[in-house]
C-alpha cells in the first residue's frame, strides 16, 4: 500500500483545512487509516482514525476534527476545524488491517506527511 497525504497549508487560529489520504496498491476498503501528527520538537502522537469499528480520536482533537472515507475514491480525509496554534504540525497518514489502534507501531505503511501551520 502507498499513501499520499495533501492538502496541508497556513491557516490562521479558527480556521479549517481539510486533509487528505489517498492510497494505492491493495483493496482500500479493508484498511484502517490512521492520522498521526509530529509538532516541532516533539513525538509523533495519535489524532484518529478510522477502521471496521468505527472512528476515534484524540482527546485533543474531539469534536473540532473528523475523518471520513471515500472506498471510491481511496481516500480519507481530515476535516479540522476550529483549528488552534497548537495543532501545527506534519500530518502522517497510516494503514493497517481492518482495525483502528491509537498506537503508531501497529501501523504498517505509512504517507510522507504534510504540513499544517496555524498562525495565532
Known amino acids: 500500500v502507498q499513501l499520499q497525504a495533501s492538502g496541508g497549508g497556513l491557516v490562521q487560529a479558527g480556521g479549517s483545512l481539510r486533509l487528505s489520504c489517498t492510497a494505492s496498491g491493495r483493496t482500500f476498503r479493508n484498511y484502517a487509516l490512521g492520522w498521526f501528527r509530529r509538532a516541532p520538537g516533539k513525538e509523533r502522537e495519535f489524532v484518529g482514525a478510522i477502521g471496521w469499528s468505527g472512528k476515534i480520536y484524540a482527546d485533543s482533537v474531539e469534536g473540532r476534527f473528523t475523518i471520513s472515507r471515500d472506498n471510491a475514491k481511496n481516500t480519507v480525509y481530515l476535516q479540522m476545524d476550529s483549528l488552534k496554534p497548537e495543532d501545527a504540525a506534519v500530518y502522517y497518514c497510516?494503514?493497517?488491517?481492518?482495525?483502528?489502534?491509537?498506537?503508531?507501531?501497529?501501523?504498517?505503511?505509512w504517507g510522507q506527511g504534510t504540513l499544517v501551520t496555524v498562525s495565532s
Open positions: 497510516a494503514s493497517r488491517d481492518r482495525w483502528y489502534s491509537r498506537n503508531e507501531r501497529d501501523y504498517l505503511y
